[in-house]
């Protein structure tokens, strides 16, 4: 028994700072850097690379930046074999280096054009030469997992007798399987330092081949926020940290609750969105939609989710869709106390599947407001279109007139806009004010075919005092169809608000 599998303490060596950075497209000013340190702190982990220092004069003063803002981790510089590169990193007031060192021989022959006892010496005297300066020395071992083994475990202990305070196995082109990481990690025994594991994710392995390293033999995880990092990133800091604490029951000292938080955070600063589907933090990691699941998550959520989303600092989301059952309709119905008869039952679930189709969500508020406005159909609309024409061209200023039917009033009004569609919603919203002073908040259209002639459909979300509701309108026109989406959404807001009066 070594590693976590002895002591059952795990650590993490977080490099969402250097590896993650070092995703395509990805530079963190230092404010970013600060904010990211800050947050890995406070979740507890052991180590943060902060960068490389090699890398530029504002990567070095970011890093000095973090290394100096007092938290409780330890500041590391990814560092090669170069003295000089160590220089770099004291400029930094870091207090550890990751030391890599190439150990394959295609990276020694190929990219190096060197050899393995070169390789070797260098990797010696550049651990001998950072700690004759104060440094903590992580030696790594970089494509560890297609080199030699027995010339690496020569590095590692040599490297541990220069003075090396941890070692590390670098996947780095992520080739490894969990089987092969537990027995490669079973031969890795009696070196004399604690080891780390650092994993890439080229075929998704990485999380899985760092859980098993880490039952293997290993006490430290390189890991990344969101797995990012170059290509396929690394290995997640969330779902390794989840995958332990969950699925192997071993308390890993991190505040889990704070994931969510710091995920939104490294996503919103590096502009690496997350997949919807990422296990744990993604949109729809703890999001239901299906009528039969959503009945059994009513009766026991452990029925469709491994974990209370609230471990991670997240919470349950039940959405309505087009995969919405009548069940699920009527439950969501029932939760805002409103009952309904069969009839109006299937009218409903028919607009939110209606909804669904066009890939909205309906939420609680869209809910309510079609099955008010389902439950008070009958009734004769309070606006009505009498006539609306439209000027537009290259050499005039789009306008259009309108004449509605209001309360059985005609009302006459004119009004400009950017284009012949906004001229009309303007002087229809014209017409109307006073009475009802609607806000168009959203105005979405699709062609439903192809060519000039094509059918459209808009979607316009429309707003009154505080309700919202979602309406649309379709024809050959998009003048007519906008005005029609516009007047739908407007007699439902304003049934709705009469109702509220008589209520
Ligand atoms: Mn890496």
């Not at 941890?166 to 080891?195: H, M, N, Q, Y």
């Not at 969330?238 to 490294?266: A, N, P, W």
């Not at 996503?267 to 997350?274: D, E, Q």
């Not at 389902?374 to 061209?393: C, D, F, H, Y």
Request: proline residues 2%; charged residues 25%.
């Amino acid at each position: 028994m070594r590693g976590i599998a002895l002591s059952g303490k795990v650590r993490f060596l977080d490099t969402t700072l250097r590896d993650g950075e070092q995703t395509p497209g990805v530079s963190l000013d230092m404010d970013e850097k600060l904010a990211i340190a800050r947050g890995l702190d406070a979740l507890g982990v052991q180590v943060i690379e902060a960068g490389s220092a090699i890398t530029s004069e504002g990567e070095r003063k970011s890093m000095k930046a973090v290394a100096d803002s007092g938290l409780n981790a330890e500041i590391c510089s990814f560092v090669r074999t170069l003295k000089s590169d160590v220089d770099l990193a004291l400029q930094c007031d870091v207090d550890s280096v990751h030391l890599v060192v190439p150990v394959s021989d295609l990276h020694i022959e190929r990219k190096l054009k060197s050899d393995r006892k070169t390789v070797f010496q260098n990797a010696i005297d550049v651990t001998e030469y950072a700690k004759d300066h104060g440094l903590v020395v992580e030696l790594s071992g970089e494509d560890a997992s297609r080199a030699d083994l027995d010339f690496l475990t020569s590095i590692y202990r040599a490297g541990v007798e220069a003075g090396a305070d941890r070692l590390c196995f670098c996947d780095t082109v992520g080739v490894l399987v969990p089987e092969t990481t537990a027995a490669i990690f079973g031969k890795l025994s009696d070196l004399g330092a604690p080891i780390s594991i650092h994993c890439h994710n080229d075929f998704g392995m990485a999380t899985a081949n760092t859980v098993a390293a880490l039952r293997s033999g290993a006490s430290q995880a390189h890991v990344t926020v969101n797995g990012i990092g170059e290509r396929a990133g690394n290995a997640s800091l969330e779902e390794v940290v989840m995958t332990l604490e969950s699925l192997y029951k071993i308390k890993t000292g991190i505040r889990c609750e704070d994931l969510y938080q710091l995920s939104r955070m490294v996503s919103r600063m590096t502009g690496i969105p997350v997949a919807p589907n990422k296990s744990l933090v993604g949109e729809n990691a703890f999001t239901h939609e299906a009528g039969i699941h959503v009945h059994g998550l009513l009766a026991d959520t452990s029925t469709y989710e491994p974990l209370h989303p609230e471990q991670v600092g997240r919470k349950r989301r039940i959405v309505l869709g087009k995969h919405a059952g009548r069940a699920s309709v009527e439950l969501a119905l029932k939760e805002f106390g409103i009952s309904v008869t069969d009839d109006q039952l299937a009218q409903i679930v028919e607009r939110v599947k209606e909804l669904g189709d066009k890939g909205k969500r309906v939420s609680d508020a869209d809910l309510q407001t079609i099955a008010e406005y389902v439950l008070s159909i009958q009734k004769e609309p309070k606006v009505r279109l009498q006539e609306l024409t439209v000027v537009a061209g290259n050499t005039v200023t789009p306008t259009a007139s309108v004449k509605l039917l209001l309360n059985g009033l005609e009302k006459l009004e004119a009004g400009t806009g950017v284009g012949p569609v906004d001229a009309a919603v303007n002087a229809v919203k014209r017409a109307l004010c006073g009475v009802a002073d609607v806000r168009l908040e959203e105005y979405h259209v699709d062609a439903i075919t192809g060519g000039t002639s094509a059918l459209v459909e808009v979607w316009v979300t429309m707003a009154l005092a505080d309700r919202k509701i979602t309406a649309r309108g379709a024809g050959a026109d998009i003048i007519m169809a906008s005005v029609e989406a516009v007047l739908e959404g407007i007699n439902r807001l304003m049934q709705l608000e009469e109702e509220k009066k008589l209520a």
